[in-house]
Nanobody, 115 residues
Framework: QVQLVESGGGLVQPGGSLRLSCAAS????????TGWYRQAPGKQRELVAV???????NYLDSVKGRFTISRDDAKNTVYLQMNNLRPEDTAVYYC?????????WGQGTQVTVSS
């Protein structure tokens, strides 16, 4: 069974940093990419960052230069380093893993940026 366990969310002041982790267990058939989404109250879920099997990355325009996605394959873990956080980054962040025939989601972790 595939399970994604997220951690690292919390309350941080504007300009602060957080590092989200998503640890995967189970077998994912034909892994294609892993990424992070977020959803703020009253808004649709949006893709924040993705890292593909070859190592290429893509970011939401508003987080470019501030967020970095990375993977540690030995630990089956994907990370999202978030620097210079802004109040508008406040959302529930979800880890996503894409296989060739289906995708998997983490449980979500709350990130709140407020003074």
């Amino acid at each position: 069974q595939v399970q994604l366990v997220e951690s690292g969310g919390g309350l941080v002041q504007p300009g602060g940093s957080l590092r989200l982790s998503c640890a995967a267990s189970g077998s994912i058939y034909k892994l294609q990419a892993t990424g992070w989404y977020r959803q703020a109250p009253g808004k649709q879920r949006e893709l924040v960052a993705v890292i593909r099997n070859g190592g290429s990355t893509n970011y939401l325009d508003s987080v470019k230069g501030r967020f970095t996605i990375s993977r540690d394959d030995a630990k089956n873990t994907v990370y999202l380093q978030m620097n210079n956080l802004r109040p508008e980054d406040t959302a529930v962040y979800y880890c996503n893993v894409q296989g060739i025939i289906r995708e998997y989601w983490g449980q979500g972790t709350q990130v709140t940026v407020s003074s």
